[in-house]
């Protein structure tokens, strides 16, 4: 049989899977897949810092729903993109991190910049491996993308030992495309689904979670269907942190976001709720308003959660109508329901809608910088396939409350609060989606924190427009 360098063989296995770019700072623990992309059609994207590669491959899966791919060299290269896995975990973006290891001979003898990538990763990520010989980095890399797809989305980390990927290994890539499995939803929930609505006064639909995008799943089209039965039923729509792009802003269901800082109108329709749909939703901190909005175990509304995940199912909050099925399948057949608003609840979404509008235009602002001013000039000017990013500061209030994300736009930006995401994050979007406006918030302090992928974003041609505010202003 035919036998190739493990890099070699690698590199095969990225192209199966339809990879045609991925970031990365070089390092000498893994020269070799650098000599083999050199002679493959695969761009590798040289970023600064390996924070700033993670970052990118993070917006990269967030943005295209496949998964993003860094590859950054052993101990301080992975524990510099140790920040961008923990964003990718909490935003549920695929990614896809590969690290350079020591020799297999050489482990646990705390060798020169030797990890336990490991146990050094598992808390984070949805699974860190360690390749151990060249015949299994085929079968490795589709197990990476389909754990990294599959359920909830999430990062990988793959630790790839020198003398493996300089070995030779058996030739044959047979991998297909990743084909994600997604739980099918079961005869009957839906319509239980939508009798409870029928029953409620004071319903809210809470979206979120990653996996909206890409192969495999309906999507963005079920959530356009979603959102015209939210508005014909009377149900309100509250998006989790950071994810007010999957809902258009403009339809009259859409009321704000789950957000830190939570505007009082959608805490208040929330507490006044008397039924919570959550689609794709993880009940962290910030959707829940610090755990104080819901009753733990128990709410006192009725609770319909529906995750693609089991282990996201019963996790803080218990309800006998949680259902393990994929949110896009669940939200299409919601979309062909003809279920009409009660009085009662037209009286209630058109409420809580009017109280979501009066948020948008803020008070003039104190000193030489409005940016309610400026809001509202981006508001008008912003292509209708604009993309937005942002790290992380009270200057991300503006582009989290004060745009209206139409159905072609899109928010990239970090749930975990990671400074220094933004700038990253914009190169990407720009390298993925070239002919499209790409803005970027970034704070004085936040623009700084990665400011040398500029460099990045200059020698790729990929040069966003970045608004730097001030926050003492």
């Not at 990879?19 to 040289?46: H, M, Q, W």
């Not at 896809?96 to 646990?108: K, W």
């Not at 910049?113 to 990520?125: H, L």
């Amino acid at each position: 049989m035919d036998t190739r360098r493990g890099a070699d063989i690698l590199v095969e296995a990225l192209l199966a899977q339809g990879v045609g770019t991925c970031f990365g700072v070089p390092g000498e623990s893994y020269l070799a897949v650098l000599d083999a992309l050199r002679d493959r059609d695969l761009r590798f994207v040289l970023a600064r810092h390996e924070s700033g590669a993670a970052f990118m491959a993070e917006a990269w899966g967030k943005l295209t729903g496949t998964p993003g791919v860094a590859f950054v060299t052993r101990g301080p290269g992975a524990t510099n993109a140790s920040i961008g896995v923990h964003t990718a975990r909490q935003n549920s973006s695929p990614l896809i991190l590969f690290v350079g290891q020591i020799e297999t001979g050489m482990r646990t003898r705390e060798a020169f910049q030797e990890i336990d990538y490991r146990a050094f990763f598992s808390p984070i990520a949805k699974w860190a491996t360690e390749i151990d010989h060249p015949d299994r980095i085929g079968e490795t890399v589709a197990r990476a993308f389909h754990s990294a797809l599959s359920g909830r989305p999430g990062p990988v980390v793959v630790a790839l030992p020198e003398d493996v990927l300089s070995g030779m290994g058996r030739a044959a890539i047979h991998a297909q495309p990743i084909a994600p499995a997604w739980p099918g939803v079961a005869p009957g929930d839906v319509a239980r689904a939508e009798a409870l609505i029928a029953a409620s006064e004071r319903p809210v639909a809470l979206i979120g979670g990653g996996g909206w995008d890409g192969t495999g799943r309906e999507g963005r089209p079920a959530l356009t269907a979603f959102t015209r039965f939210a508005e014909r039923a009377g149900l309100p729509i509250v998006t989790a942190f950071r994810a007010q792009d999957l809902i258009d802003n403009h339809a009259p269901a859409f009321i704000g976001d789950a957000g830190f800082g939570m505007s009082a109108h959608v805490r208040a329709t929330l507490d006044a709720s008397n039924l919570i749909l959550a689609l794709g939703v993880r009940f962290g901190e910030t959707a829940t308003d610090g755990y104080t909005l819901f009753e733990i175990p128990s709410p006192a509304q009725t609770l319909i959660h529906v995750h693609a995940s089991d282990g996201e199912l019963g996790k803080i909050y218990q309800t006998p109508h949680a259902h393990h099925a994929s949110p896009a399948l669940f939200a299409a057949g919601l979309g062909e329901s003809a279920l009409a608003a009660t009085p009662a609840r037209s009286a209630w979404a058109a409420q809580a809608r009017a109280a979501f509008e009066a948020t948008l235009s803020p008070p003039t602002q104190p000193g030489t910088l409005d940016m309610g001013a400026v809001m509202a000039h981006l508001r008008a000017v912003l292509p209708a396939d604009a993309i937005v990013t942002n790290g992380a500061g009270n200057f991300a209030v503006w582009p989290g409350r004060h745009i209206l994300y139409g159905p072609g736009q899109r928010l990239i930006a970090a749930q975990a609060g990671a400074m220094g995401s933004g700038l990253p994050a914009a190169i990407a979007a720009r390298l993925a989606e070239p002919a499209r406006r790409v803005v970027c918030f970034c704070g004085d302090g936040d623009f700084q924190m990665c400011l040398a992928e500029l460099g990045t974003a200059a020698q790729d041609g990929a040069a966003p427009i970045v608004l730097v505010i001030d926050n003492a202003s």
